[in-house]
């Protein structure tokens, strides 16, 4: 029997969609291409916003248990500048690696009632009606061993990340011509210096995200431009070492460091997404649009929009013909503004005198980079006081 909804990627967005459907009773289904646990360059981080988020569908315990707890956020920029800033007290984010994430809200969905299949790529849509106006019935499927299948639902919802292979054939989503970044993530240990805070070091065209992870390791994340990735691509683990060796405030750090695996490369990263989704298809976590890693606070983003997508469906299964369309409006009205400050960052980053004079500026104003830390955060979505503050130079 065909599910009510099937829901494609299982990670946090496609979990946490398939998670809430099938607490209300749904019939859903769940198609990944890979098996858990799997590693995925991910910043492995969860702002207040997203522990918050969780925590409302009973999963606070799972997370406090698996990660660390994260206090604030420590920033700095090259002008030798760093700007601290702490969440009020009993607010924390978390930090825990992204296979334990995924296992555990996959597992919370299968409780529910959610049917997983791993190992299953979707490598299209199944549609009806005309061309300009298509509807999705379900999705083309590959198993492991190449054997091609048509898996049909009332609405599908594409939560394969942000290459969506969904989205991305029906013309959905596309990658941003300026600035496309790359990604370099590995795991170190030994690094000397960590905190309870994650870090963001933005350099000139570049910068560096590094956190605490459970298990005495430290998540490593250099982002690069479209020109750099070129050659970093070549050779990843000799570029996040250069990269490690020649920054001032890491290099002594690291020192002594270790990296653990592999480099693992990620981009381009921005896509922009023209609509929320289609007659029988909507949208959800990257999929529906990837801005940058930089703020911290996607993984908020993408869980936030799937809770959208699970209602949208629930709408959709009741006989709504517009549920993509409320969908869209769901998230401007959530998200763009969120969306909109990403952006402007992305683009700051991206310009070398931009980044030195907001590096200047966090000396004589460090309140601007507190409201920033605390939005980027997500703290107002917590119950909170005002976020703690402090400047330093390098």
Not at 70 to 93: D, K, R, S
Not at 111 to 116: H, I, Y
Not at 119 to 133: E, K
Not at 231 to 241: H, K, L, N, Q, Y
Request: with cysteine; net charge positive; glycine share 12%.
């Amino acid at each position: 029997m065909n599910p009510d909804v099937l829901v494609v990627g299982a990670g946090p967005a496609g979990a946490i969609a398939a998670l809430v459907l099938a607490r209300q009773g749904v019939n859903v289904h769940l198609v990944d291409r890979d098996s858990f646990p799997r590693d995925k360059l991910c910043g492995d981080s969860l702002n207040p916003g997203a522990v918050a988020l969780l925590g409302r569908h009973g999963l606070a315990q799972p997370v406090e248990a698996r990660g660390l707890p994260i206090e604030g956020m420590w920033l700095t920029g090259p002008a030798g500048v760093g700007v601290a800033g702490t969440y009020p007290p009993g607010v924390l984010g978390r930090s825990l690696t992204r296979s334990d994430l995924d296992v555990m809200l996959v597992s919370a969905a299968e409780r529910a009632g959610a049917v997983l299949e791993a190992c299953v790529r979707a490598t299209g849509s199944v549609t009806d009606g005309d061309s300009r106006r298509p509807r999705v019935t379900g999705v083309a499927t590959a198993s492991q061993s190449g054997r091609p299948l048509e898996r049909h639902a009332r609405v599908v919802i594409a939560a394969d990340g942000r290459r969506s292979t969904v989205a991305i054939a029906l013309g959905l989503t596309r990658s941003t011509r300026h600035p496309r970044r790359w990604a370099l993530g590995a795991y170190y240990e030994g690094v000397e210096g960590l905190t309870r805070r994650g870090e963001m070091h933005v350099r000139s065209g570049r910068y560096l995200g590094v956190a605490p992870v459970p298990h005495g390791l430290a998540n490593v994340c250099l982002v690069v431009p479209d020109a750099r990735a070129r050659v970093a691509m070549r050779a990843p683990a000799i570029a996040i070492e250069a990269a490690l060796a020649a920054d001032p405030a890491l290099r002594e750090r690291f020192r002594r460091a270790r990296r653990v695996g592999d480099v693992r490369v990620l981009g381009p990263l921005a896509v922009d997404a023209d609509a929320a989704g289609i007659p029988g298809l909507l949208l959800a976590g990257d999929a529906a649009g990837f801005v940058d890693p930089i703020t911290g606070d996607g993984m908020r983003i993408a869980m936030r929009g799937a809770e959208l997508a699970a209602a949208a469906a629930q709408r959709a299964l009741e006989g709504s013909i517009d549920a993509h369309r409320e969908l869209a409006l769901e998230r401007a009205r959530e998200l763009s503004t969120k969306l909109h400050v990403n952006r402007l960052l992305r683009a700051v980053v991206a310009r070398s005198g931009a980044v030195v004079a907001a590096s200047l500026i966090a000396r004589v104003a460090p309140s601007m980079f507190e409201q920033l830390i605390a939005y980027a955060g997500d703290v107002g979505l917590t119950s909170s006081g005002p976020l703690a503050v402090s400047a330093a130079t390098t």
